[in-house]
Nanobody, 112 residues
Framework: QVQLVESGGDLVQPGGSLRLSCAVS????????MAWYRQAPGKDREFVAS???????YYADSVKDRFTISRDNAKNTVYLQMNSLKPEDTAVYYC??????WGQGTQVIVSS
């Protein structure tokens, strides 16, 4: 069993930056994939970024070169650094372990 708690969501102006955090606890040894998804109002949840236990990263085309997924093993935390934010990045962002454990989400609003 893995528990995930996201934080760091906020209201930010277009062009700004945010760093989301996902604190991981529980059966950490069982994790082979960490991912970030997001869900905008009225839309389906969509893939944002992922990182395998081996360090391979993947990004949605819409966030490539703007977002970076990383992890701090000492802190058992996964991050999503988001730069050059756009209004279309507005969504609730969810952290996932192995795509079968999910956090409660953190709200990001990009607006002037």
């Amino acid at each position: 069993q893995v528990q995930l708690v996201e934080s760091g969501g906020d209201l930010v102006q277009p062009g700004g930056s945010l760093r989301l955090s996902c604190a991981v606890s529980g059966s950490i040894f069982s994790i082979y994939l960490m991912a970030w998804y997001r869900q905008a109002p009225g839309k389906d949840r969509e893939f944002v970024a992922s990182r395998t236990s081996g360090g391979t990263t993947y990004y949605a085309d819409s966030v490539k070169d703007r977002f970076t997924i990383s992890r701090d093993n000492a802190k058992n935390t996964v991050y999503l650094q988001m730069n050059s934010l756009k209004p279309e990045d507005t969504a609730v962002y969810y952290c996932s372990a192995n795509l079968d454990s999910w956090g409660q989400g953190t709200q990001v609003i990009v607006s002037s």
